[in-house]
């Protein structure tokens, strides 16, 4: 997986490309949560204002835990005991439920015949080739997020032979019905030609189909198609203009690739305050380049209060992270 998803880096220092292999990681998981929020919400019909307020809660320890792998093995820790035990689940849940075994019986009836949450849990579980096969159950039922975790699968070769082909057959179904991560995913494929013929056009025509149905990393992507001119006339302006819409969506690449503009003045004025301002965003989401160029302002004033202490700080930290321009940096200033 390290090997792909460098890959889809562009020079860091200009622009930041959003790779699909991060994606796939992170839709699994969502699919993850997608079993969860099933489960409660079969809860939820017999126990509506309990099992609203359950979901709430899953829903912010799922953006909590989504953040890093290893609270994510925290997650497949207490999925085990649930399915080990699904009356368990239903319990732990909602603790109402425990002494009226019929509803309790109903509910985990209504998870346990869902084949797509049931391979969304055998994902979280890493077991590949069960997940196959119910998603595969699943998209022969219509199930669109199956298609799509079909192509994945498909494509990086989980539970399943690698196929290109086929990958892209079960993305293009998805695809086609509307599902955005698939679109963005088809756009990096063609964008990167990754097994198939490079082609812009073919690239800037899912991106930009996803960018419209609200895939923040599509819009991000699609603000460098404009900016450099892949598959599409450039226009600085529109680039921009993604730029924004994804970083307001808090995309940390869109945001960094905006406050790049803000500081070269490409398709927007010369704006060294919002540039701070975006790259501060970007760099309190993990963002190591905009760490690096938010050091660099607070080193020489610009956009902010002139400040060697904050500056070299972020130039430290992001050398730690391997930043190449921060370590000459640091080099030069240690010399």
């Not at 979901?55 to 792998?69: A, C, F, P, T």
């Not at 239903?90 to 509910?107: G, H, L, M, R, Y």
């Not at 969304?120 to 998209?139: D, P, T």
């Not at 020489?300 to 391997?322: P, S, Y």
Request: contains cysteine; proline residues 2%.
């Amino acid at each position: 997986m390290s090997k792909t998803k460098s890959r889809f880096m562009l020079i860091p220092t200009r622009t930041q490309f959003n790779n699909w292999s991060m994606l796939s990681k992170l839709g699994f998981i969502a699919f993850i949560l997608t079993a969860l929020s099933f489960l409660i919400g079969a809860l939820t019909l017999f126990y509506p204002s309990d099992g609203a307020e359950i979901n709430k809660q899953l829903l912010q320890k799922y953006e909590e835990k989504v953040v890093s792998e290893a609270r994510l093995k925290l997650r497949c820790k207490e999925l085990e005991k649930h399915l080990t035990s699904l009356n368990a689940n239903v319990a732990e849940c909602n603790p109402s439920i425990v002494n009226d075994t019929s509803k309790a019986s109903k509910a985990v009836i209504i998870f346990s015949n869902n084949p797509f949450s049931l391979g969304s849990a055998e994902v979280l579980l890493g077991n590949y080739k069960e997940a196959f096969k119910y998603f595969k159950i699943a998209a022969n039922q219509g199930n669109v997020d199956a298609y799509y975790n079909l192509g994945v699968m498909y494509l990086e070769g989980l539970g399943v032979k690698k196929d290109i082909d086929t990958a892209l057959r079960w993305l293009r179904n998805s695809a086609d019905r509307g599902d955005s991560f698939a679109q963005h995913n088809l756009g990096v494929i063609y964008y990167e030609g990754i097994e198939v013929k490079q082609d812009y056009e073919t690239a800037f025509k899912w991106t930009l189909k996803a960018a419209e149905n609200g895939n923040p990393l599509a819009q991000s992507n699609l603000g460098i198609f404009y900016l450099d001119g892949f598959g599409v006339r450039k226009d600085s302006k529109l680039a921009v203009e993604w730029f924004q819409k994804a970083a307001l969506n808090g995309n940390l690449n869109a945001q960094y690739n905006l406050a790049m503009r803000y500081i070269e003045g490409v398709g927007v004025k010369q704006d060294y305050i919002d540039a701070f301002t975006w790259f501060s965003k970007s760099a309190k989401l993990g963002n190591i380049n905009a760490e690096y160029f938010l050091g660099k302002l607070y080193i020489e004033g610009l956009g902010v209060e002139q400040n060697f202490a904050i500056g070299f700080e972020l130039l430290q930290k992001a050398a730690k992270n391997d930043m190449p321009l921060a370590q000459f940096d640091l080099g030069v200033i240690y010399s």
